[in-house]
């Protein structure tokens, strides 16, 4: 089974950096879409920064400028760099690994098990 494992998660003081990573086992790295997702309670989980496995990225508004992901196909593992953190990026960070598959292209989702990223003033 493909299994993702999440690090680099913890507490930091605001305009400080930290680095996720998501390394992925099980099978051979082959996912058309990684991606950063954060959900804190009360609210929907939301999409932070994605990448194809061409090498087209996309970000939310919120985070554009400061965070980067990119991905090590050589690794099987997807990184994020969070630099200059606000308060307000404080939640649960979850790596996704999106395969899609047959002539309709549905797609399947696995997650990473989540990482806290507290962020404080």
């Known amino acids: 089974q493909v299994q993702l494992v999440e690090s680099g998660g913890g507490l930091v003081q605001a305009g400080g950096s930290l680095r996720l990573s998501c390394a992925a086992s099980g099978s051979i790295f082959r996912a058309n879409t990684m991606g950063w997702y954060r959900q804190t309670p009360g609210k929907q989980r939301e999409l932070v920064a994605a990448?194809?496995?061409?090498?087209?990225?996309n970000y939310a508004d919120s985070v554009k400028g400061r965070f980067t992901i990119s991905r090590d196909n050589a690794k099987n593992t997807v990184y994020l760099q969070m630099n200059s953190l606000k308060p307000e990026d404080t939640a649960v960070y979850y790596c996704?690994?999106?395969?899609?598959?047959?002539?309709?292209?549905?797609?399947?989702?696995?997650w990473g098990q989540g990482t806290q990223v507290t962020v404080s003033s």
């Open positions: 996704n690994w999106r395969l899609l598959s047959g002539p309709t292209l549905i797609p399947t989702d696995y």
């Open positions: 990448v194809t496995a061409g090498g087209t990225t």
